[in-house]
T-cell receptor, first 114, second 116 residues
Framework: NAGVTQTPKFRILKIGQSMTLQCAQD?????MYWYRQDPGMGLKLIYY???????DKGEVPNGYNVSRSTTEDFPLRLELAAPSQTSVYFC?????????????FGAGSRLTVL | AQKITQTQPGMFVQEKEAVTLDCTYD???????LFWYKQPSSGEMIFLIY??????QNATEGRYSLNFQKARKSANLVISASQLGDSAMYFC?????????????FGTGTRLQVFP
C-alpha cells in the first residue's frame, strides 16, 4: 500500500498565484485532514472531511478551499497565494470509529510564496 | 474550546536517562483521545502512543508511557532509557469525539535533544 501520497513535494509560488496540493490515500479511510506546519511550530488544522461530499473548517481555513468528491482524494486549493501561506502542508487520513484510529500522514508538501 | 498546551519548547536529556514531556489539554467533552507523535529532522510524523479518556490504565508502548491524570487534564509522555535517536520534535494531540465534529488538534511541540 502506498498510504497517503502528497504532490508536489516542493513548490514555489508568486504572490497572487493559485495552485492545488493533491492528496490521495489507498486505505479506504473515511476521514481526511489538511494541516499546515510553520517553521518551529506545531500543526494547525486547515480543513477536514469525514467522508466523500462532506468537508468542514479547522482552525485556520482562510485562504484555502477543499473538496472531497471521492473517498480517495482530498485536494487543497490556494486561490491567491500570500507569503503568510509559506509553510509545510501535511495531509493525513484515518479510519472511522472509536479507539485510537491513528492518523496516517503523507510526507508533506513544502510551499514557498515569494 | 479544545486546546492543547505544551509549555516546554526544548528539553535536554542524557542518553539512558528518562525524560518527561509535558502536555495539558482543555476540552468540555467527556469522550476524547490523546496522542503523542514524534517528528524527526526528516519531517515525517510518527505515531508513538494513544490514551482514551475512558482508559483506566496509563498507556505504554515499549519505552514510551503516557502519564494520564484526568482530573488535572494532563497527558505527559515519559520516555525511559533515552537514546540518541530520540532527538526530535514531540507533539501532543487531542481528538475530540462529539456527534458533529471529529478534529485532531496539535500542541506547539517540544524539541528533545539527547546527548551522550
Amino acid at each position: 500500500n502506498a498510504g497517503v501520497t502528497q504532490t508536489p513535494k516542493f513548490r514555489i509560488l508568486k504572490i497572487g498565484q493559485s495552485m492545488t496540493l493533491q492528496c490521495a490515500q489507498d486505505m479506504n479511510h473515511n476521514y481526511m485532514y489538511w494541516y499546515r506546519q510553520d517553521p518551529g511550530m506545531g500543526l494547525k488544522l486547515i480543513y477536514y472531511s469525514v467522508g466523500a461530499g462532506i468537508t468542514d473548517k479547522g482552525e485556520v481555513p482562510n485562504g484555502y478551499n477543499v473538496s472531497r468528491s471521492t473517498t480517495e482524494d482530498f485536494p487543497l486549493r490556494l486561490e491567491l497565494a500570500a507569503p503568510s501561506q509559506t509553510s509545510v502542508y501535511f495531509c493525513a487520513s484515518r479510519n472511522t470509529g472509536d479507539g485510537a484510529n491513528v492518523l496516517t500522514f503523507g510526507a508533506g508538501s513544502r510551499l514557498t510564496v515569494l | 474550546a479544545q486546546k492543547i498546551t505544551q509549555t516546554q519548547p526544548g528539553m535536554f536529556v542524557q542518553e539512558k536517562e528518562a525524560v518527561t514531556l509535558d502536555c495539558t489539554y482543555d476540552t468540555s467533552d467527556q469522550s476524547y483521545g490523546l496522542f503523542w507523535y514524534k517528528q524527526p529532522s526528516s519531517g515525517e510524523m510518527i505515531f508513538l502512543i494513544y490514551q482514551g479518556s475512558y482508559d483506566e490504565q496509563n498507556a505504554t508502548e515499549g519505552r514510551y508511557s503516557l502519564n494520564f491524570q484526568k482530573a488535572r487534564k494532563s497527558a505527559n509522555l515519559v520516555i525511559s532509557a533515552s537514546q540518541l535517536g530520540d532527538s526530535a520534535m514531540y507533539f501532543c494531540a487531542m481528538r475530540e469525539l462529539s456527534y458533529n465534529t471529529d478534529k485532531l488538534i496539535f500542541g506547539t511541540g517540544t524539541r528533545l535533544q539527547v546527548f551522550p
